[in-house]
């Protein structure tokens, strides 16, 4: 194992417990590079918002989110056009992009979440989250999928909405940690009904009410899970059994966090090594239904549910 390939793995295994545990199931190659373009995200994420792997480090801070992104940009550009790269990270991106010949314009979409961190972008309505959880999360979806060497298009759509619904769940979870960034993903729209503000959320008087509008956000990922499943039919069973078992262990934190109600913010909401051993029993076999019975289904329709841009 190289330098490169190692930085991945280890970014993985830190960076994100739930998604780790999936991604043992890929054959060597495709979690590799899997890996790969996960540290790659997660070490951008960590840049804008100052921490390391998700967390608060206690190394001061000089430069702003703006000069952050613009350092970003210019290096994932440079990276892009093939310049050699100095930094890991960096070499390990570049190295996923042109392996997989992700397209630029996947890159782009995925730098414009930051974009929308940085401006202080507001959420007024359920598309605008949408659109957010879109560019932080579904186009990575989009990318993890060419990795396991997905292109057509219907495809990549369902790997887009389980990206969704992945950061619909992140978001419902993270609620309280968001507003420590000065950042409030639920719709206005959805708060007011309920007499909310995006600065009235961390009041602890309001969480029952917090509590209602981020059950509805759960309820809102499900079409998005549930699009997902039709995907696996696509992808070799290995692959199809790591999706399936992220899937599982997402959309389970989703549920805990709404069965909990106001006191889902009390301690951080985790799936337990049982639990991730039962849902990855279960995402096999949800794995060898799709690559038998599901490839001779038609895809089941996606009406209503937010798409993706194309760019393929």
Known sequence: MDAITHLGRESLEQGSRSFAAAARLFPAETRDSASLLYAACRYFDDVIDGQDLGFFHDRAVT???EQRLRLLEEKTSLAL????MEEPVFQAFQRVVQDHRIPQACVMDFLQGFRMDVQEHTYDTLDDTLQYSYHVAGVVGVMM??????RDAD????????GIAFQLTNISRDVMDD???GRCYLPAEWLDEFGLRHDTVNDPANRAAVARVVQRLVQTAEPYYASAIAGLSALPFRSAW???TARGV????GTKVSHRGADAWDTRVVTTRKRKLYLTARGCLRALHAVS???????????GLWTRPRHL
């Open 179 to 181: 507003l420590e960034l």
């Open 145 to 150: 999928a060419m990795v396991m060497g997905v």
């Open 242 to 244: 790591a999706i399936a």
């Open 293 to 303: 019975i599901g490839r001779l289904r038609p895809l089941p329709s996606r009406a």
């Open 81 to 84: 056009r093939g310049e050699s």
């Open 63 to 65: 430069d702003s989110p």
């Open 250 to 253: 997402y959309r389970d934190i």
């Open 155 to 162: 495809i990549l759509d369902r790997a887009c909405d389980l």
